[in-house]
T-cell receptor, first 114, second 113 residues
Framework: AQSVTQPDIHITVSEGASLELRCNYS??????LFWYVQSPGQGLQLLLK??????LVQGIKGFEAEFKRSQSSFNLRKPSVHWSDAAEYFC????????????FGAGTILRVKS | DGGITQSPKYLFRKEGQNVTLSCEQN?????MYWYRQDPGQGLRLIYY???????QKGDIAEGYSVSREKKESFPLTVTSAQKNPTAFYLC????????????FGSGTQLSVL
């Protein structure tokens, strides 16, 4: 069965510091890969997604993610974190078939110190 | 503006009571989904529907029921058989094509009195 692991439950970084959130997946083939962000009490917003091609994907709000097939990873990065980035981040995988059912990781809560 | 509307924002259930969560979308999406979110567990799929009058169970369908009589609407009923209903419920939609992003509503927090 497909699964997604986000090893870090909480991460705290200082404003202006760089950020990396880890995501590993288990799946029989290369799935579609996503990062979503959620503010407290709200729905999820898509940050970026990987389908194929260039393994470094650019998203909104200055985020990027790199797909590494050999490591089954899709880590999210940002070179300089802003206080408004404090939120919960979810990695998700989707099968390459009609229906678009996503499997989500448990999430990583990002805190930003001023 | 197009989007997904979930109501109510907060809902309380008494023991033995069924409650229904509303989800409406005006994005003309074919596919709709219900996810349950518990702290530290991410989102888990309850039910999904790829077309009107058809729906399938997700990973945690026991104690829940849905209907899809209209393209725009996908209500979720939390029945008395669901013994641990307290959670944040998220509705989402998409055109249903593979690899497509999901659009999410702002959620309903359900609590047990």
């Amino acid at each position: 069965a497909q699964s997604v692991t986000q090893p870090d439950i909480h991460i705290t970084v200082s404003e202006g510091a760089s950020l990396e959130l880890r995501c590993n997946y288990s799946y029989g083939a290369t799935p579609y890969l996503f990062w979503y962000v959620q503010s407290p009490g709200q729905g999820l917003q898509l940050l970026l997604k990987y389908f194929s091609g260039d393994t470094l994907v650019q998203g909104i709000k200055g985020f990027e993610a790199e797909f590494k097939r050999s490591q089954s990873s899709f880590n999210l990065r940002k070179p300089s974190v802003h206080w408004s980035d404090a939120a919960e981040y979810f990695c998700a995988v989707g099968p390459r078939e009609y229906g678009n059912k996503l499997v989500f990781g448990a999430g990583t809560i990002l805190r930003v110190k001023s | 503006d197009g989007g997904i509307t979930q109501s109510p924002k907060y809902l309380f259930r008494k023991e033995g009571q069924n409650v229904t969560l509303s989800c409406e979308q005006n994005l003309n999406h074919d596919a709709m989904y219900w996810y349950r979110q518990d702290p530290g567990q991410g989102l888990r799929l309850i039910y999904y529907s790829q077309i009107v009058n058809d729906f399938q169970k997700g990973d945690i369908a026991e104690g829940y029921s849905v209907s899809r009589e209209k393209k725009e609407s996908f209500p979720l009923t939390v029945t008395s058989a669901q013994k641990n209903p307290t959670a944040f419920y998220l509705c989402a939609s998409s055109y249903g094509q593979e690899g497509e992003k999901l659009f999410f509503g702002s959620g309903t927090q359900l609590s047990v009195l």
